[in-house]
């Protein structure tokens, strides 16, 4: 009988890329799946990002943030108690092999109702440290699956059930890997992709154009834009590319991204854990500006262990000025040698292997 496995994942990018390259995956050793949500999985999907997960059944189940009013709280407790309920009749019912959480707090109820019932269980963990629904869950599943050496905020007596796996990623960008740095001359074209996560980031709208249009005309004219941009900020985002005479492609979302990635010379990004794992997969040198206030400014942490190995450069938010960025740009544009070497030691980040990594851990997992 083919075994059953459960993925449980919030309905954004960074919780959806790692569990649908481990569903590719496990699809292709032969396991049924399937996908435990929460209702955001609609918006994901009205985008055109489900890919592989469109081959799955998606069931959603009730979550609920824990805020910091007492109504918030009451109302938080309750919908992730009901989720837990849901969760464990369905549970109950599909009979899976292992539940496989990946952080969040709409994975909470699937995982924590999988152990009530005895079912082997996994939690992902894709940032530098561990989430909070993670660091709840740590004590009661089976395994803990890592991205990096020495995750922070783990307990001393959870280490021993740490598995270095890395953060899957699809199939399209593990391919990455293989491909070359494209070759950049003192007088060739430079391509850039600049990429805000799943929901577009506003600042880099405003601060990439605005830093473009500082630089002198002979570098201006070497550039070219890939850039994905919020709908509101679209049209006086084109505008001012327009306006200053750069060759620039907009977007709300690339159904394209291994493409793009695959020809960019430099990536300017958050340092979501999904985007630094795509990063590193591909060895794109990139520039990182972590979302301020992120949970326990994990950003921040994903972001230094790419700059501490080579392979890009941190800019806080706050330092994200046209002017800082154009003279990183100009040096860039002057001095290739530079993104060559950081592409070289990005890579060495990468582990295309991750999502099999992850899919070894689940069979031993039984």
Known sequence: MTKHIILAAGGTGGHLFPAEALAEELLKQKFQVSLFTDARFSGYEAAGMKGMLAEIPVFSVRAGTLGKSLRSRINGFLNMGLGILQARKLLKKMQPAVVVG????????????????????????????????????ASRVTNIATSIRDTGLMRPENINKCKLVGNPVRSAIRALHDVPYPQLTQDGVMRVLVT????????????????????????????????????????????????????????????????????????????????????????????????????????TAN????????????????????????????????????????????????????AVNLAQLVKTSF
């Not at 005895?118 to 660091?135: D, S």
């Not at 190995?309 to 040698?337: H, I, K, S, Y």
């Open 196 to 299: 805000g996560g799943s929901q577009g980031a506003h600042i880099f709208s405003d601060v990439v154009p605005q830093s473009i249009a500082l630089l002198p005309e002979n570098l201006r004219q070497r550039l070219r834009i890939d850039q994905q941009a919020r709908v509101e900020d679209m049209e006086k985002t084109r505008k001012y590319y327009k306006d200053i005479g750069v060759n620039a492609d907009l977007s709300p979302f690339f159904n394209d991204v291994p493409a793009r990635l695959a020809s960019a010379h430099l990536v300017i990004a958050r340092s979501g854990a999904s985007t630094i794992a795509e990063l590193t997969c591909a060895g794109r040198p990139t520039i990182l500006v972590p979302l301020p206030n992120s949970a326990d400014d994990h950003q």
């Open 102 to 137: 990946f952080g969040g707090y709409p994975s909470f109820p699937t995982v924590f109702a999988a152990s009530l019932l005895g079912i082997p269980t996994i939690i992902h963990e894709q940032n530098a440290i561990l989430g909070k629904a993670n660091r709840v869950l």
């Open 303 to 354: 972001a230094m262990a790419v700059e501490d190995a080579g392979g890009g450069w941190v800019m806080p938010q706050d330092g994200f000025t046209p002017e800082a960025l154009a003279a990183r740009l100009e040096a860039f544009l002057t001095l290739p040698e530079s993104l060559e070497r950081a592409a070289e030691n990005i890579r060495s980040l990468g582990k295309p292997q991750a």
